[in-house]
């Protein structure tokens, strides 16, 4: 089946700093999804990405389609310290099923 | 969109026993489905709710241990059964979105969680 990395595995920050993490995939997707989990708390959908080199925004957040149809990445814009959580890419195989691989997440830390 | 509401939120239970989670979606839905997220780790598929016929089980998971409901497309139950300590987890009930266009987009949303921890 297809696989997907995602990096880096934690981040450690300060308030204010730029951050910036991603996933690749040993398929081409046709669908990139970004979620935010909070602890003890389900994934919320972030940004979902349809088109190769898609740029989408919401709010400090800006995800993009790599061209390649293998690749996205978030990029979180002065971080502040209710962004900790962990983020998890997710993405559908062209032509696949509707059940998306799960990147294994990405861990960030703000300190104040 | 879609609003998921799953119950009961957390549980503490003794081992051998067998604990129901409920999800509740806001709208119908074609796709349903069950994860399991064990500690500090990533989403796992159980399995895809099917409306009206047995569920499709992932590999590892099996309908003794994980028996599943969904009776209605807004409604469904996962079951653990005969519970161990390595059962505990989170179960998150999620659904999917299927848009009607050539790229073929959807979305996927997730229930806020059941945490289960087994003694």
């Known amino acids: 089946g297809q696989q997907l990395n995602q990096s880096p595995q934690s981040m450690f920050i300060q308030e204010g700093e730029d951050v910036s993490m991603n996933c690749t995939s040993s398929s081409i997707f046709n669908t990139w999804l970004w979620y935010k989990q909070d602890p003890g708390e389900g994934p919320v959908l972030l940004i979902a990405?349809?088109?190769?080199?898609e740029l989408t925004s919401n709010g400090r957040l800006t995800a993009q389609f790599g061209i390649t149809r293998k690749d996205s990445f978030l990029n979180i814009s002065a971080s502040i310290p209710s962004d900790v959580g962990i983020y998890f890419c997710?993405?559908?195989?062209?032509?696949?099923?509707?059940?998306?691989?799960f990147g294994r997440g990405t861990s960030l830390i703000v300190h104040p | 969109s879609a609003v998921i509401s799953q119950k009961p939120s957390r549980d503490i239970c003794q081992r051998g026993t067998s604990l129901t989670i409920q999800c509740q979606v806001d709208?119908?839905?074609?796709?349903m489905f069950w994860y399991r997220q064990q500690p500090g780790q990533s989403l796992t598929l159980i399995a895809t709710a099917n409306q009206g016929s047995e569920a499709t089980y992932e590999s590892g998971f099996v309908i003794d241990k994980f028996p599943i409901s969904r009776p209605n497309l807004t409604f469904s139950t996962l079951t653990v059964s005969n519970m161990s300590p390595e059962d505990s987890s989170i179960y998150l009930c999620?659904?999917?979105?299927?848009?009607?266009?050539?790229?073929?987009?959807?979305?996927?949303?997730f229930g806020p969680g059941t945490r289960l921890t087994v003694l």
């Open positions: 997710a993405g559908r195989v062209q032509g696949g099923s509707y059940i998306p691989t």
């Open positions: 709208s119908q839905v074609t796709m």
């Open positions: 990405l349809y088109k190769a080199g």
């Open positions: 999620s659904v999917a979105l299927i848009r009607d266009s050539p790229e073929g987009a959807d979305t996927q949303y």
